[in-house]
């Protein structure tokens, strides 16, 4: 009995597939990037730079925590949650945006600040949210310039 051999297209294809497989397991571990580059240093965690709001606010730099929940029409702010306490993560000036689906930790850099919401705001925010939870008032708010997505 002759030897049998695959057809030449089902052999490409699956070359293609464990190439594919490969390349996503040599993958998985890395962190996704948006926006600038961000500087080398140690972040704070976000519970911590709230807890003390009047040390971190108005200074550029990193922050950490899990995405809670991420604008739903273009990506275009997150919330970084830790240990309860929250702040909102706006893209500056709309320059970049983050997968609709992210999660997970991620590390911000960025400038805190404390903002008293209108009512008018905290309407559009409750249209962008995904979670259905009431938006407050008061909400602490990094305008940020780089985001990393750990992988």
């Not at 890395?30 to 040390?55: L, Y």
Request: aromatic content about 4%; glycine content about 8%; charged content about 25%.
């Amino acid at each position: 009995m002759p030897p049998t051999t695959m057809p030449l297209p089902i052999t490409r294809t699956m070359l293609a597939a464990v190439l594919l497989a490969v390349a996503s397991i040599a993958n998985a571990g890395e962190s996704r990037k948006f926006g600038e580059m961000m500087p080398a240093g140690e972040a704070v965690r976000i519970s911590v730079a709230i807890a003390a709001h009047q040390d971190y606010a108005g200074k550029a730099q990193r922050f950490s925590g899990r995405i809670a929940e991420v604008c739903q029409k273009e990506g275009c702010w997150l919330v970084l949650e830790d240990d309860g306490q929250s702040a909102r993560v706006m893209m500056r000036d709309h320059e970049f945006a983050v997968p609709k689906d992210a999660s997970g930790r991620a590390e911000v850099h960025g400038v805190l600040s404390r903002h008293q919401l209108t009512p008018e705001a905290v309407k559009h925010m409750q249209e962008e949210s995904s979670s259905g939870l009431p938006v407050s008032d008061v909400e602490y708010r990094i305008v940020a310039d780089g985001v990393e997505i750990a992988g």
